[in-house]
Nanobody, 124 residues
Framework: QVQLVESGGGLVQAGGSLRLSCAASGRIFSNYAMGWFRQAPGKEREFVAG????????SYADSVKGRFTISRDNAKNMVYLQMNSLKSEDTAVYYC?????????????????WGQGTQVTASS
């Protein structure tokens, strides 16, 4: 069983930055591929970024490439999402997700555990 708790969301002006954090409980955190997803009102949940268990590989949605960076610290059971040059279209609830083994997936259905989400609002 893994519990995930996100933090770091908030209101920021377009062009600004935020850093989201995800704290994970449970053993052998490095066995889990991790992903960040987001969901805007009236839209489906979409993949933002993913990272393998050993942090050797990352992947990003085209819409955030070059602006967002995912990272993890397995010693602290933490995953981060650094978001720079935020745009109004980045406004959404952001979720952290864990997938047992394997690599990050673009599909929400591939993940086994989810956090409660944190709101990010970028105002133009």
């Amino acid at each position: 069983q893994v519990q995930l708790v996100e933090s770091g969301g908030g209101l920021v002006q377009a062009g600004g930055s935020l850093r989201l954090s995800c704290a994970a409980s449970g053993r052998i955190f490095s066995n889990y591929a991790m992903g960040w997803f987001r969901q805007a009102p009236g839209k489906e949940r979409e993949f933002v970024a993913g990272i393998t268990g050993g942090a050797g590989s990352t992947s990003y949605a085209d819409s955030v490439k070059g602006r967002f960076t995912i990272s993890r610290d397995n010693a602290k059971n933490m995953v981060y999402l650094q978001m720079n040059s935020l745009k109004s279209e980045d406004t959404a609830v952001y979720y952290c997700a864990a997938r047992r083994y394997g690599v990050p997936s673009y599909s929400p259905k591939a993940y086994d555990y989810w956090g409660q989400g944190t709101q990010v609002t970028a105002s133009s």
